[in-house]
């Protein structure tokens, strides 16, 4: 055990309940707009363009190396597209809800009631492919937004054979493509719940936990699956968390830090395809260059970043 617990920690998987961040949802409420933005954006073109006939709903999905971004849109009647239209309405085009993986959603319900939360038991689903014709299932664990702060967080555990949901093929040279999510940011005014829930509950490895006065920021890093949950708490009471509103006191979902092999082919490939982009600049971390999308494309706050060479 103490050899298998070693490795988990070499491996950065944390605690076994849970294997890696498995996806992020990004809702819209025009999908082919919001799929050639994204296409412009990672420079890849989709994984999987189909939907979920018992949920109401139609989809779009890249697949990186770590993870897949899905863009999802309601389409018909159901519950989950009766969410969705409520969310547009209030809220407009963004980052919707983040899932964890696991290999066994029963197992990880049973862990997760001993640690005091509440998930619903797993529901399974099935998504159809258009072009290939092909169906993915998937069992989803949700949890109750009492339990996450008010972010939408579910786990899921998948069915199929992997192969069925590809890696996004380029559009552009290597060098210049998104090649995976490097991390997804969590805004919460209370870092120590947020490390009783990712690292306590959830089982998370906290991997860092700093204050930055000169930014105003205490950021908490918890990793799984060699991918970054970044957690960011302003140190002002009066700062609000990226929503406008410095009285929202729930947590937010809130943005993206996807990684690419060179920065400025990157910025190029970004700038022909009609995208704005800040200037390159040096990152926080040395060694890394990073530059900016403008506007929140996909109703996102992006961050496009060269890691440190090897």
């Known amino acids: 055990m103490k050899a298998e617990a070693a490795e988990r920690r070499e491996l950065d998987l944390g605690d076994p309940m849970l294997t890696h961040i498995d996806h992020l949802i990004v809702v819209t409420d025009d999908l082919e707009a919001a799929q050639r933005q994204c296409i412009a954006l990672l420079g890849r073109s989709p994984s999987w363009a189909g939907g979920h006939p018992a949920?109401?709903?139609?989809?779009?999905?890249?697949?990186?190396?770590?993870?897949?971004?899905?863009?999802?849109?309601?389409?018909?009647?159901?519950?989950?597209?009766?969410?969705l239209a409520v969310y547009l309405a209030e809220h407009g085009p963004g980052l919707y809800a983040l899932a964890l993986g696991t290999e066994d959603a029963d197992a990880a319900v049973v862990r997760m009631r001993e640690r005091g939360l509440s998930p619903t038991e797993p529901v399974e689903g099935l998504a159809h492919d258009d072009q290939s014709g092909a169906f993915r299932r998937f069992r989803n664990v949700w949890l109750p937004e009492k339990d996450t702060r008010g972010v939408r967080l579910f786990v899921i555990e998948h069915l199929s054979e992997p192969e069925l949901l590809p890696l996004?093929?380029?559009?552009?040279?290597?060098?210049?493509v998104v090649d995976r999510l490097d991390h997804v940011v969590v805004m919460t005014r209370e870092p120590?719940?947020?490390?009783?829930?990712?690292?306590?509950?959830?089982?998370?490895?906290?991997?860092?936990?700093?204050?930055?006065?000169?930014?105003?920021?205490?950021?908490?890093?918890?990793?799984?699956?060699?991918?970054?949950?970044?957690?960011?708490?302003?140190?002002?009471?009066?700062?609000?968390?990226?929503?406008?509103?410095?009285?929202?006191?729930?947590?937010?979902?809130?943005?993206?830090?996807?990684?690419v092999p060179d920065a400025r082919a990157a910025h190029s490939r970004m700038l022909e395809a009609g995208l704005e982009v800040s200037d390159i600049r040096e990152g926080h971390k040395p060694g890394t260059r990073v530059f900016s999308l403008k506007g929140n494309l996909l109703g996102v706050p992006t961050l496009v970043i060269e890691p440190v060479s090897d």
Request: charged share 25%.
């Open 55 to 83: 949920f109401g709903t139609r989809n779009v999905i890249f697949r990186l190396a770590n993870t897949y971004i899905e863009l999802l849109a309601p389409d018909g009647e159901g519950p989950v597209a009766d969410a």
């Open 192 to 259: 120590d719940r947020a490390i009783d829930f990712y690292g306590d509950q959830l089982g998370i490895r906290l991997a860092l936990d700093r204050t930055f006065e000169n930014r105003g920021l205490r950021l908490l890093f918890f990793r799984l699956g060699g991918t970054t949950l970044e957690i960011s708490a302003p140190l002002r009471a009066d700062a609000d968390l990226g929503a406008g509103d410095a009285k929202v006191e729930s947590d937010r979902l809130w943005g993206v830090a996807y990684s």
């Open 168 to 176: 996004a093929l380029p559009v552009a040279g290597p060098e210049a």
